[in-house]
């Protein structure tokens, strides 16, 4: 099945213990992203990548770092997570950037205290 | 930048109304609109998308229009059924570029 798959789930963690959120897609897709979801503020963009070594900051970054060593994988690091970082984040990947549309992860709820 | 702009913020709609949820975009060339759908406590899901060569798109109750010169697209869902509420985002790109989100718009279907 055509998937992104996104772990964990749920994660509640403590200020600044570094944590990762996995994400790897089977669809062979090129452009991948990880969003952020705040309620009435939508989903905003953490960082992208439109190929395998090319990665690109979003609109809010700060906090966050990502790689992209294989085409499949996106992983999202939180070097020290502060409270504020609470969110709903989502991976999502598409053929290209641009173009075609987004499949989305299943979203990792994360929690700072 | 694209700047995309999504109105209402939220929408109430008896069940078998229609519903009608408007954007706007910024950057001429654009020529790929997507919708999604969230459902609460789950992921964003694709319901429709319309590129730019095209002005109107339909799919069962749910059809999308694209004003090119005005830069708005619309989606538009007849015939509206409680399993329609949830959070609708629109989104703009070009080949090449990032997805720019509206801020989604909260449609409430009232049985």
């Known amino acids: 099945e055509a998937q992104v798959t996104q772990n964990p789930r749920y994660l509640i963690t403590v200020t600044g213990k570094k944590l990762t959120v996995t994400c790897s897609q089977n669809?062979?897709?090129?452009?991948m992203s990880w969003y952020r979801q705040d309620p009435g503020l939508g989903l905003r963009q953490i960082y992208y990548?439109?190929?395998?070594?090319?990665?690109d900051k979003g609109d809010v970054p700060e906090g966050y770092k990502v790689s992209r060593k294989e085409k499949r994988n996106f992983p999202l690091i939180l070097e020290s997570p502060s409270p504020n970082q609470t969110s709903l984040y989502f991976c999502?990947?598409?053929?290209?950037?641009?173009?075609?549309?987004?499949?989305f992860g299943s979203g990792t709820r994360l929690t700072v205290v | 930048g694209e700047n995309v702009e999504q109105h209402p913020s939220t929408l109430s709609v008896q069940e078998g109304d229609s519903a009608v949820i408007k954007c706007t975009y910024s950057?001429?060339?654009?020529?790929?609109f997507p919708w999604y759908k969230q459902e609460l406590g789950k992921r964003p899901q694709l319901i429709i998308d319309?590129?730019?060569?095209?002005g109107e798109k339909k799919d069962q109750r749910i059809a999308v229009t694209l004003n090119k010169t005005a830069k708005h697209f619309s989606l538009h869902i007849t015939e509206t059924q409680p399993e329609d509420s949830a959070v609708y985002f629109c989104?703009?790109?070009?080949?090449?570029?990032?997805?720019?989100f509206g801020t989604g718009t909260s449609l409430t279907v009232i049985p």
């Open positions: 999502a990947s598409s053929l290209v950037s641009g173009g075609f549309g987004y499949t």
């Open positions: 669809m062979n897709h090129e452009y």
């Open positions: 990548s439109m190929n395998v070594e090319v990665t």
């Open positions: 950057d001429s060339a654009s020529n790929y």
């Open positions: 319309i590129r730019s060569n095209v």
């Open positions: 989104a703009a790109s070009k080949r090449g570029n990032q997805f720019y």
